[in-house]
């Protein structure tokens, strides 16, 4: 039998028997916590503490202005862009994760130029 198609943050593949749906009992019906809808991962993003969120592949966690995480565990080390919660799309994110930035700390690639309008988060 298919085995769960969900992705368990820092530990794999789900490994129980899947519905017709493609997901276990246990998975099926976790909703992203972004935007509602069917969970297929765990966020993966780490600090003092695996995030662990569930997400659908269109979001990921939001990185801050720094170009990481912004901190996870008991504290806040960089602000995330404002009006924005700890996850969002893929696609309203406002800046580039701090690995694709030049020595200068530039977006290798154009960053959007979005900071303060918001996201589709429902966090």
Known sequence: ?????FIES???QCKND???SGFCEEHQGITCISCGKQATHSCEETGQLVCGAPLCDDCEHTIAKDGTNGGIGFFRVSPLPKGYKQHCRKDAQVYT???????YNQPLNSERKKAGSGS???E
Do not use: I
């Open 1 to 5: 039998m298919d085995k769960c198609k």
């Open 10 to 12: 820092w530990v794999g």
């Open 18 to 20: 899947v519905l017709k």
């Open 97 to 103: 994760s701090w690995y694709t930035r030049d020595e």
């Open 120 to 122: 589709d988060s429902t």
